[in-house]
């Protein structure tokens, strides 16, 4: 069951890796991409903490809501929406429902309208996928999150920037998927699965 304290703490683990991994996220996405994703997100991550220091949270609707509004407005590129419209549509989810299969399942649907990308286009949604399948069953690990980032160094990228390559976006791990890899090992550290 996802608590607010559990979730707080899963963000608050997802900012500082995002930030501990700010060079290398780059790194990442200049080989593909623009060279900010790391720069991007780590502002948004900085923002989020602010926010999240001095706000009281109570349940989980208004937590992701802050959190989902404050990336779509302090990020830039791609990730600010996409990752923004995840946490808002889960957000909209927690009113009714504390089950992590549902709310990630309302992220994933939001980044896959919003970004139009299906599995195996070398997006974020091929982190995410696999990941929300584990968690459904429950056998998600920390082994899972990287065979799957690992899987999208052999993908053509299909979809955004990275398309403009063609051919030559195969050999790079996705930094949405790597950056997703950081959501969901946090998650796990965070102990947001546990019963």
């Not at 995410?128 to 069953?137: C, D, F, L």
């Not at 082994?143 to 030559?168: F, N, P």
């Amino acid at each position: 069951m996802a608590t607010p304290e559990k979730v707080s703490h899963w963000i608050e683990a997802f900012g500082q890796k995002i930030t501990d991994n700010k060079a290398y996220l780059n790194e990442l996405d200049t080989a593909i991409g623009d060279g900010d994703h790391g720069s991007n997100l780590t502002r948004g991550a900085a923002a989020i903490k602010e926010k999240m220091l001095e706000t009281e949270y109570d349940n989980l609707s208004d937590l992701f809501k802050d959190v989902g509004m404050t990336l779509v407005s302090k990020v830039g590129g791609a990730s600010g929406p996409l990752y923004g419209t995840a946490f808002i549509e889960m957000a909209k989810t927690a009113k009714n429902s504390q089950d992590i299969n549902e709310l990630l399942q309302a992220g994933l649907d939001g980044i896959q309208k919003r970004g139009k990308a299906e599995a195996g286009e070398k997006t974020m949604v091929d982190e995410w996928i696999p990941v929300i399948e584990a968690v459904k069953s429950g056998s998600l690990s920390n082994e899972l999150i990287a065979e799957s980032l690992q899987k999208t160094k052999d993908m053509k990228a299909t979809k955004g920037r990275a398309s403009y390559l063609g051919e030559r976006s195969i050999g790079h791990i996705d930094p949405g998927a790597q950056s997703s890899a950081y959501l969901f090992e946090t998650m796990l550290e965070a102990g947001v699965l546990d019963e």
